[in-house]
Nanobody
């Protein structure tokens, strides 16, 4: 059974940084693209970034230049480095593979 567990969220001031981690199990991790999505309070899910099996990356316009997605196939983990955080980045962040996502990790950007 596929399991995804996110961690690394927290409270940070505007301009701060966080690094989210996603630990995956129950799948051949290297064979799947990994995606990060987020859900802000009272809003729907928003795609943030995807990394392909070959390591190619794409980003939402709202985070491009500030966020960096990466993966470590040897450790079955994906990461989201978030720099220059803004209050608008406040959301629960989820990693996804296909239609499966984890329980999420809360990111709050506030002074």
């Amino acid at each position: 059974q596929v399991q995804l567990v996110e961690s690394g969220g927290g409270l940070v001031q505007p301009g701060g940084t966080l690094r989210l981690s996603c630990a995956a199990s129950g799948l051949t991790f290297s064979a799947y693209p990994m995606t990060w999505v987020r859900q802000a309070p009272g809003k729907g899910f928003e795609w943030v970034s995807t990394i392909t099996v070959d390591g190619n990356t794409t980003y939402a316009t709202s985070v491009k230049g500030r966020f960096t997605i990466s993966r470590d196939n040897a450790k079955n983990m994906a990461f989201l480095q978030m720099n220059g955080l803004e209050p608008e980045d406040t959301a629960v962040y989820y990693c996804k593979v296909g239609a499966i996502r984890g329980q999420g990790t809360q990111v709050t950007v506030s002074s």
